[in-house]
């Protein structure tokens, strides 16, 4: 007998059941002459099995199937006649939603030259300026140049067409009744 050899209900169910092999058989017959508190286990499965077999059955109600059949075949199919679907109910609420994110890309860009200074009337003294070249950006060809101009054409595009999907979706949901 191997000592790894574990004895798990499964194994006592398809023993009572008679669903194992031969030589598995054999193997949990030495088992249970070996450990006999094991032998309680098996006992209370046959009781079960027993029990089980002393139920009386009950004949289904006839149609019975078809009515199981019907009731699934009805749950699978959204039922439209529920409840009506409103399609344009909450579409104010996307459109706000769209002009309000316009107006916060588009009205910066139309304030800025307005509150832009005409000329620089503040001067650093002299002695406050480094001697040495103080590195500057040149922020003019930065936002005049076609990277920028094409990187928020194309983040608002994308943007654009996010909203646009879901509104779909949330258009999709309502008239599919979900």
Not at 3 to 9: G, K, R
Not at 49 to 57: D, E, I, S, V, Y
Not at 115 to 140: G, H, M
Request: no cysteine; charged share 20%.
């Amino acid at each position: 007998m191997e000592n790894n050899f574990l004895l798990t209900d499964d194994i006592l169910w398809d023993y009572a059941d008679g669903f194992l092999a031969r030589d598995e058989k054999l193997r949990v017959d030495t088992y249970l002459r070996q450990h006999p508190e094991q032998q309680a286990r098996l006992d209370a499965i046959m009781s079960e099995k027993r029990a089980f077999t002393a139920m009386p059955l009950e004949k289904p109600n006839t149609g019975f199937a078809q009515n199981v059949m019907a009731a699934w075949a009805a749950e699978q199919t959204p039922s439209k006649a529920a409840a009506p679907v409103k399609t344009k109910g909450h579409d104010w609420i996307l459109w706000a939603i769209s002009v309000a994110f316009g107006l916060m890309i588009v009205v910066p860009f139309m304030l800025a030259p307005s509150a832009a200074p005409s000329e620089l009337s503040l001067q650093i003294p002299e002695e406050y300026i480094p001697q040495f070249q103080v590195p500057t950006f040149d922020w003019a060809s930065f936002f005049s140049s076609a990277l920028l101009r094409n990187t928020v054409l194309l983040t608002m595009a994308f943007m654009g067409l996010k909203l646009l999907d879901k509104y779909l979706q949330v258009r999709n949901m309502r008239l599919s009744g979900h």
